[in-house]
């Protein structure tokens, strides 16, 4: 498929823009301006997607807190110029107007790591998600290596950051806990 990408967008151009585009166009995102297609994902990434979407439902639930959970579609607006489309994310209740586009509040944000996106997730959408007042937790989950780096926000504005194998990823705010388990389920079996 050609796809003509237009170039030097604000973020109000780029979403007129891809709420036309065909689905087979991708996973569009917008950084200072340039739009970004994502590659095909392997089904490792979609099932873990998956997964982590569940994982988020089920914790908001257990806790009891007015937060909800979207997966990847919802674009998170860092500034003028700079969109992102986050594999999934929490927000406080109300949610936005059906037709909507954007989450204006984020206050978790999610990437399932890709080979085709990894140095980005871990370098330019780190520093730049943080940039959004609200977000507080900026978890990246390798699916093939089953971890979880936790970036979050600290008291003095720094990022924290921790990484995972076993256990349960905690997430205050909003208050929710996750088993690292429920988010990439059983550990694959090998054919003897």
């Given at each position: 498929m050609n796809l003509s990408l237009p170039s030097r967008l604000t973020v109000?151009?780029?979403l007129a823009?891809?709420?036309n585009q065909p689905n087979e166009a991708g996973k569009l995102e917008l950084l200072d301006g340039v739009v970004i297609v994502q590659q095909s994902r392997q089904w490792g990434h979609h099932k873990v997607k998956a997964a982590v979407f569940l994982a988020l439902i089920d914790a908001i639930k257990t806790a009891g807190v007015p937060f909800y959970a979207a997966t990847d579609g919802p674009t998170v607006r860092?500034?003028?110029r700079t969109a992102f489309e986050p594999d999934a994310l929490i927000a406080p209740l109300p949610e936005p107007?059906?037709?909507s586009l954007e989450v204006p509040n984020p206050v978790i944000v999610v990437e399932v790591l890709s080979p085709s996106t990894a140095q980005r997730?871990?370098?330019t959408k780190l520093k730049r998600y943080f940039e959004v007042p609200s977000v507080e937790h900026y978890?990246?989950?390798d699916w093939q290596d089953r971890a979880v780096t936790h970036h979050k926000r600290g008291a003095s504005g720094t990022i924290e950051t921790e990484v995972l194998s076993e256990g349960v990823l905690k997430l205050d705010p909003p208050g929710i806990e996750i088993p690292l388990a429920s988010l990439f389920g059983p550990a694959p079996?090998?054919?003897g």
């Open positions: 109000d151009e780029f823009w891809a709420v860092i500034d003028s107007e059906p037709t997730d871990a370098t978890p990246i989950l079996t090998t054919a």
